[in-house]
């Protein structure tokens, strides 16, 4: 009995420590969140599904966290991802925190197709009593300060010590005003225990242990653009040699009529 208990409590230590939470507080009627909590959907495949959601290219998962039954259409998102904190209620979908989301991968996608104007990044950090005092306030500078035209729209809240009922309020006051003025605009939050500073730590020790070779990263329309270029040169390559032979080879008194009707008549007495 015993030693039942101890492995459960290490269970939910080990689980805890992984924690992660996505939560829709409003959006249009085609998108809609996930409602099985007992698959083990993990960070990676929020990140999956976001991208596939904004339109660009995505790692395969069979674990769907956001719904739309209009993929054609690209809806308006405010994301609000408050790092080194595991939940902020019970009603959100649980995510086990795998390290898989990462800012700068949106931001290299959109880079390749040379749309960074999507995206619009903003940042607070609450590592002190003092920050988190004056949450409110910075969080509302932050809003006021994002780009107003970019279709997505990402803050980052980095908590080295932050206590989870402080934080409540001011958001939820701020998701409310956003989903007041902007009703058809996807609005969530996103928690993750792990933080971007802890990610990047850990990615850099796994290349300089594993000796990683990062591969140049290349647009989705690369195969496309190198096909039509290579051929079409191609093709007027040999067009060019094909005019050079036939210079090279042309004989001007019988491959062609110019001389024969210019050239003169001896008279005939």
Known sequence: MNF????????????SSQAGQCQVYSGPNYVSL??????????????NNL???LGLSADKTDKAVLYSTNP????????FHIEGVDKLSDNGLPLVDDGGFG???FQSKLSNIHKNDVLSIGTIVLASDSDMDNFDKSLQNQISQM???????YIVMVCDNCQTDKLQIPLKSALDKIAASEPQTLVMTLTTTETARVRRARQAE????????????????YPTMFNLFFWTSLAFALILISIVYVFLTLDPGSD???YRMTAPRLKVD
């Open 256 to 258: 062609t009529i110019i």
């Open 51 to 53: 991208l596939t959601l």
């Open 72 to 79: 054609l259409t690209i809806p308006s998102i405010w994301l």
């Open 103 to 105: 800012i700068d991968s």
């Open 206 to 221: 796994q290349q300089t242990t594993g000796n990683v070779t990062i591969a140049t990263m290349y647009s989705d329309e």
């Open 4 to 15: 039942l208990l101890i492995i459960t409590l290490i269970s939910s230590v080990i689980y």
């Open 34 to 47: 996930a409602t099985d909590k007992t698959d083990g959907k993990t960070v990676s495949d929020f990140k």
């Open 147 to 153: 780009n107003s035209q970019a279709p997505c729209k």
